[in-house]
């Protein structure tokens, strides 16, 4: 079955680059998603790749996915504390529109 | 704002009661998934409904239930409440049309504490 796992965990220092992990185990998934979840509200989407991308820029934001490991990663370049959140990883494929979510990654950025 | 409405916010009930979360979806979206959230189970996948059916299964216990009205909202209906049942929410929309990336769009949850 599909499984998502993220390390629980991460303090980085403002300014600082921010490097979140993800490795999934369901070859067949189709677009890999981070989304980001604040204090007290649902899960916002950030940025999302699609299975045949090594990599995907967006601002300050990196995706890079490794589709031999199964291992993505999302970069957030010079990290501010408005980015201290819990990010998740979620993976999807044709046919199954229900993601399935990492356990998610708590970010602490210290002023 | 996602565009997706949760009700209630909060909710403290009591062992063996029942109770209903209602969600409203996106405008236009056709499918509608809960999730529940959990300190120790992470973000788990319930259900969901496609335009008023039931589309997929996920860990969803016997005691809880869930429709989608022709209105498109949902109801999700959890019963003979558990101390363990206590935990976050969420209910997410999306178009459903298989043509898009697949994003969901989350409400900003209900959280229910069994006392």
């Known amino acids: 079955g599909e499984d998502v796992e993220q390390s629980l965990f991460l303090s980085v220092r403002e300014g600082d680059s921010s490097v979140i992990n993800c490795t999934y185990t369901?070859?067949?998934?189709?677009?890999l998603y981070w989304y980001k979840q604040e204090p007290g509200a649902g899960l916002q989407l950030l940025t999302y790749?699609?299975?045949?991308?090594d990599m995907k820029q967006d601002q300050r934001l990196t995706v890079l996915l490794n589709k031999k490991d199964k291992h993505l990663s999302l970069r957030i370049a010079d990290t501010q504390t408005g980015d201290s959140a819990i990010y998740f990883c979620a993976e999807s494929y044709t046919g199954r529109r229900a993601l399935t979510f990492g356990s998610g990654t708590r970010l602490q950025v210290q002023p | 704002d996602s565009g997706v409405t949760q009700t209630p916010k909060h909710l403290i009930t009591a062992t063996g009661q029942r109770v209903t979360l209602r969600c409203s979806p996106r405008?236009?979206?056709?499918?509608v998934y809960w999730y529940q959230q959990s300190l120790d189970q992470g973000l788990q996948f319930l259900i969901q409904?496609?335009?008023?059916?039931?589309?997929a299964k996920g860990n969803i216990l016997e005691r809880f239930s869930a429709q989608q009205f022709p209105d498109l909202h949902s109801e999700l209906n959890l019963s003979s409440l558990e101390l363990g049942d206590s935990a976050l929410y969420f209910c997410?929309?999306?178009?459903?049309?298989?043509?898009?990336?697949?994003?969901?769009?989350f409400g900003e949850g209900s959280r229910l504490t069994v006392l």
């Open positions: 997410a929309s999306s178009s459903g049309s298989g043509l898009d990336t697949g994003e969901l769009f």
């Open positions: 790749i699609f299975s045949n991308m």
């Open positions: 405008s236009g979206d056709l499918s």
């Open positions: 369901d070859s067949s998934s189709t677009y």
């Open positions: 409904y496609y335009n008023g059916e039931e589309r």
